[in-house]
């Protein structure tokens, strides 16, 4: 090639090369002014960035029943989030326009449809103030995305940094009502539970704190078991610039799920129980609208495992996710005190306390065996007169329905439900040993807590002559006290007034004034003392038939029958089985049966109480009706008809219903207690419910095609 035809390709050499070297005086230009010029600001600018350590909440693990039944599982919902993260790269002075257009956008899906532009604007604003202790976690702004915002969202995603629709797992509990208060419910933990959660001891042993933002369990298993739900939070490490900027996000540790609790329920019969007792529940309000409440509890005898616990108004916790309307929270926490024992959040088999009633007589029974105060075949006249004097009569409480049973033993009196038997009984074993029965019924799991796995147990009453001297001591104290403080409130007010009275007419009216208000203070304090704190005969009586004082869940009821046909050792009951490994399935953590104390009743008076409980459902007895279309069946149960409130009263002539149940007769496995509220005759309601658990778990038929 000669220099002529080389000449042009030299020029585009040249020309390519002083473009190279333009390049690279620009890079070193930049370069020295960045490491130069302005080094010490940089470097200081970088010094001002901060590591922060963000939680990222793992998978909530799953909870099924015993048989491997999903009751309760976490899945995606979409949510509308607004990171302040991404929002803060936004320019300064108009990150508050973007919160007021995304409520322009949110406007029509919002749950208070009243609620203006900008106050959504500031409620938004609120939510986001109230999360700035943890400002590098998304915020949810809406739940349950409709797909025409979404579509709306990302329409608009440039003029609205921050803000995304994702999905996140969700609480959601697929059986409904079925078993809602025992479940529980999960929610943002509150101020004061912290202290309370960070009481656990499995999170005290694996270091972990609970701390503001935590989704926990509200009640039930959720709460009692939410640290081995709640998985271990992943770490997210965000760089943060020295004007609380963030600069960038990397996932360190990822979160690990939750495990998968499993119960000891059974579903299915879980389910068979709950639809018996709606069904009784809705024949009794045709007579009486006002019946709505009841519980049932099916335990397993010779281990404590729960098997059934049910309890009505039942209690979808699907309803207590996310946003909670005012009519929700209305039906689950009533604000008038008038309706709160209507509350559907309250799981009265587990804090619900009723007087037993009848399925009372057996502890009387065994103590007035075991104190050898009788034997099985003494016959007792089936009339008030057999209490006593006219002064043990007037005490006493006649024959339930007006009836007469003539003779009757122990066996007879079981199955009629004689009261005059229990009360002569009873007032041999108070005149004895006053403490007797009350301690043979805390020994059955009667009065006290039984331990169970579950929050919120309530204690009940096992009443004896020391409980009541020292219940109605307290009370005579607090009422003395109170009448004393408003006496000398009375003399402080009406002195003054006395002294400057102008004239002996107007002295006496004022005088008049103050008589009358120390009347009333001091007819309010006989009122609140007119129980004696002394133990009377009545008290004996009316407890003998479990009326009186005595107050029980329908737990502490089916331990009690599982503890006295299992040979008399009272089982600590439990709801959750095991603890397995989300991914493998193999068991983390195994639950065993423990035996809270063995009675002092003998195995003798044990199997003949257990003999009268049989009479009860065949023959003259109370329920030889319930099983007749069932021959299948083996067993043993007591009725019950509890008067709510006292004699003359308005609730004295209200009684709930309470069945108490085993089968089968030999080699007992399952107990049963039920209670339904203005239920009357137990056998006839709460019966019903035991009927159909057992034939579901046992598989019996009726011959009437059941």
Do not use: C
Not at 258 to 266: E, F, H, N, R, S
């Amino acid at each position: 090639m000669d220099d002529k035809e080389r000449k042009p390709y030299m020029y585009r050499l040249w020309s390519l090369g002083a473009v190279v070297i333009l390049v690279f005086l620009i890079l070193g230009i930049n370069l020295w002014r960045l490491q130069i010029a302005q080094g010490s600001y940089y470097t200081a600018m970088a010094k001002g960035n901060v590591m922060k350590l963000v939680k990222v909440p793992p998978t909530r693990g799953d909870i099924v029943d015993r048989n491997g039944t999903l009751l309760v599982t976490s899945v995606p919902q979409f949510v509308l989030h607004l990171d302040w993260m991404d929002l803060q790269q936004a320019k300064s002075s108009n990150w508050i326009d973007v919160v007021r257009k995304l409520a322009e956008y949110i406007k029509p899906y919002w749950p208070n449809a009243n609620q203006s532009v900008e106050s959504i604007t500031e409620d938004i604003l609120a939510n986001i103030q109230n999360h700035q202790w943890e400002r590098y976690r998304p915020v949810i702004i809406l739940d349950e995305v409709a797909p025409e915002l979404q579509a709306v969202i990302a329409e608009h995603q440039e003029e609205l940094p921050g803000v995304s629709v994702d999905a996140i797992p969700v609480r959601d509990y697929p059986k409904a009502t079925l078993l809602g208060q025992l479940l529980g419910y999960v929610r943002e933990i509150s101020d004061p539970e912290i202290t309370q959660f960070n009481k656990n001891s499995d999170a005290q042993a694996a270091g972990f704190v609970y701390a503001q933002g935590d989704m926990v369990g509200k009640m039930g298993v959720e709460k009692s078991y939410d640290f081995w739900l709640r998985g271990k939070e992943g770490i997210q490490q965000v760089e943060v610039d020295n004007n609380a900027r963030p600069v960038s996000k990397q996932i360190l540790h990822p979160a690990e799920a939750g495990k998968t609790v499993q119960l000891t329920i059974d579903a299915d019969l879980q389910k068979t129980v709950d639809d018996t007792l709606d069904q009784v529940i809705s024949n009794i309000q045709k007579e009486n609208p006002a019946a709505h409440a009841g519980a049932a509890v099916v335990m397993d005898v010779n281990t404590g495992k729960i098997l059934a616990m049910t309890s009505r108004p039942g209690m979808n916790p699907n309803e207590l996710i996310g946003l909670i309307s005012e009519e929700t929270a209305e039906k689950y926490w009533p604000q008038d005190p008038k309706h709160a024992s209507q509350a559907a959040s309250l799981n009265r088999a587990l804090t619900g306390l009723y007087p037993p009633g009848s399925t009372f007589k057996m502890v009387t029974a065994m103590a007035a065996l075991q104190m050898n105060l009788t034997t099985p075949n003494e016959r007792i006249d089936d009339k008030l007169s057999s209490l006593g004097g006219l002064g043990a009569q007037q005490q006493g409480i006649a024959e339930w329905g007006g009836n007469y049973f003539g003779q009757v033993n122990l066996y007879r009196a079981l199955a009629k439900s004689s009261n005059i038997y229990f009360e002569i009984m009873g007032r041999r074993v108070f005149d004895e040993n006053p403490e007797t029965i009350g301690r043979i019924a805390r020994e059955f799991g009667l009065g006290i807590e039984s331990g169970i796995d579950l929050p919120g147990e309530a204690k009940g009453i096992s009443p004896s002559a020391e409980w009541k001297k020292s219940y109605f001591t307290n009370i005579h104290e607090n009422a003395a006290k109170s009448r004393d403080e408003s006496l000398a409130k009375i003399d402080s007010e009406y002195a003054p007034r006395l002294e400057q009275a102008v004239d002996e007419t107007t002295r006496k009216q004022i005088q008049k004034e103050k008589d009358a208000k120390i009347h009333e203070v001091n007819e309010l304090y006989k009122l609140r003392t007119a129980e004696s704190v002394d133990w009377r005969p009545y008290d004996s009586y009316n407890n003998s038939i479990g009326q009186g004082y005595s107050a029980y869940t329908p737990l502490q009821l089916a331990n009690y029958m599982a503890t006295m046909v299992n040979g008399g050792k009272h089982y600590q009951p439990f709801v959750v089985e095991k603890l397995l490994d989300p991914l493998t399935g193999e068991t983390v953590k195994q639950f065993e049966p423990k035996v809270i104390n063995n009675v002092s009743v003998s195995p003798e008076v044990l199997e003949q109480v257990k003999l009268g409980m049989r009479e009860v459902t065949q023959g003259e007895g109370t329920a030889n009706w319930l099983f007749a279309d069932v021959p299948e069946y083996t067993g043993g149960a007591k009725t019950g008809t509890a008067q709510i409130g006292s004699k003359n009263t308005i609730s004295g002539e209200i009684y709930n219903g309470v069945f108490v149940a085993f089968a089968p007769y030999d080699h007992p496995q399952v107990a049963f207690a039920g209670v339904v509220e203005f239920g009357g005759h137990g056998g006839e309601t709460a019966g019903l419910v035991a009927k159909a658990a057992f034939m579901k778990y046992f598989g019996w038929k009726s011959t009437n095609g059941g």
